[in-house]
């Protein structure tokens, strides 16, 4: 059985292809022409060359294959000439309309939580289009929903580990919010079971630790396992959002960002994990979770 994976020099989508190959998949990678593929290879990953704004090379790269898994994101701008609208939303059309043509049997698609319920935040609201765009086209699909990322230690995602150096973390606005968060590894896993799990097609589901966390509870649990206190460093949002609101007049990415933390603020960013629970198994545990990242800080757990 062969999966395509897109977006796989990405971080989660590396690990995606670690934990497929790790099921026993034929993995092959998307890569655009002009990036470097990294380790796909070495993972024993095919390599093939294509791009989403290129339809005829994604149905090179859907040839043969019975699922695909798609972590790419455009919105970041990681890449001369990405953006919101050309790569998550034009690019996953194209990619929704490859499969289409390919017969596909399995279109698992990385959204984010409460894409349904963020019409302000354009990059949750664009993942809720492609969600749609999905179930209209008829090929059988999986969209899986996770809250924040946590655990891409080095790689540019960790926005704790420099502050627990310093026995603190930052927080803007209320440190007594609470969203839901997950590991990324745990995410990665849960869109290789996707490909594979019967009892997931067709449906959205939110992914998340088994309870959400406020900045408050992050430092407790950080406190709790490294036996030092580790205090909150409270940012004011008023100034953030001032300045975020003038920025984002030039700046789209900036625009989304400060609407994106006005809806964390709102609580409304909390995962139901039962559809979770049934289909991948035990939600993963605040603890363990944190152990997790722990241990890849180079720290100790009590």
Known sequence: MITLVVGATGSLGGRVVDALVARGHRVRALVRPGTHPGRLATKGAEIVRGDLLDPASLDQALDGAAALVTTAAGYMRRRK???????????????????????????????????????????????????????????????????????????????????????????????????????????????????????????????????????????????RLLGETIRVRRIPWMPISLGARMAGLFNPLIRDFRAMLAFFFTGAYVADTTAQAELFGPVPTVDDSFRRYVVQLGLTPR
């Open 81 to 223: 000439g990405d953006s919101l609208a050309k790569v998550d939303g034009e690019g996953n059309r194209n990619l929704v309309d490859a499969a289409r043509r390919a017969r596909l049997g399995r279109f698992v698609f990385t959204s984010v939580l409460a894409a349904d319920r963020a019409r302000a935040v354009p990059h949750f609201w664009q993942k809720k289009l492609t969600e749609d765009y999905l179930e209209a086209s008829g090929v059988p699909f999986v969209a899986l929903r996770p809250g924040a990322f946590m655990g891409a230690v080095g790689e540019g995602g960790d926005f704790w580990a420099r502050g627990i150096a310093q026995r603190r973390i930052s927080t803007i606005g209320s440190p007594a919010v609470r969203w839901t968060y997950i590991h990324v590894d745990d995410v990665a896993r849960a869109l290789a079971r996707a490909v594979d799990e019967p009892g997931a097609a067709g449906r959205r589901v939110d992914l998340g630790m088994d309870r959400p966390l406020s900045a408050a509870d992050v430092a407790a649990e950080l406190s």
